[in-house]
């Protein structure tokens, strides 16, 4: 039971709400507070290490602007000569991939080439295939397909790749 008027009682609840408006606002203006000392501290830091990254910036700039370009002089021109090198290059020369495809696509699977060697003498391009055979047949027939080749001028065999009938290591010479 409650003695108090009703006056009374109605003030004190008012004065208990805003008591606990009070509570809640101190408690969110601490955490703020709070909140504002801790990101504080890795504010400055980073203001500190910003000011650090432009002073290194400024100094390598200068730098490079006035020690390099010394160096760089030589470089361009070295580049430049090998620039030059490849412009000289015939547009029509066919490149070694494409004639590497094409041997590996003539060959069967009774042809094992171990090695593709590509020679340049004077105005000719030479290519040696070195491999071996299952049989004579199958080695003659690859011949007879590189030579059905238009790409190929001259395809040649030793007679001595021709001796064995089985295994027969070969070394054929072909043209550009």
Known sequence: MNFLPDENKIFLKKEYIRRLFALFGFGFFIIVLIGIVLLLFPFLSLKVQQKIFESQLLVSEKRLSSNNINDILPVTEDLNKKILIFEEIPKDSIEKSSIVRNIINRKTSAIKISSIF???????????????????????????????????????????????????????????
């Open 118 to 176: 590509f020679d340049k003498e004077k105005d000719k391009e030479k290519i040696t295939i070195r491999g071996v055979a299952e049989r004579r047949d199958d080695m003659l027939y690859f011949i007879d397909s590189l030579k059905a080749e238009k790409l190929f001028k001259k395809v040649e065999l030793p007679v001595s790749s021709l001796l064995k009938d089985k295994d027969v290591d070969f070394a054929i010479s072909v043209e550009l």
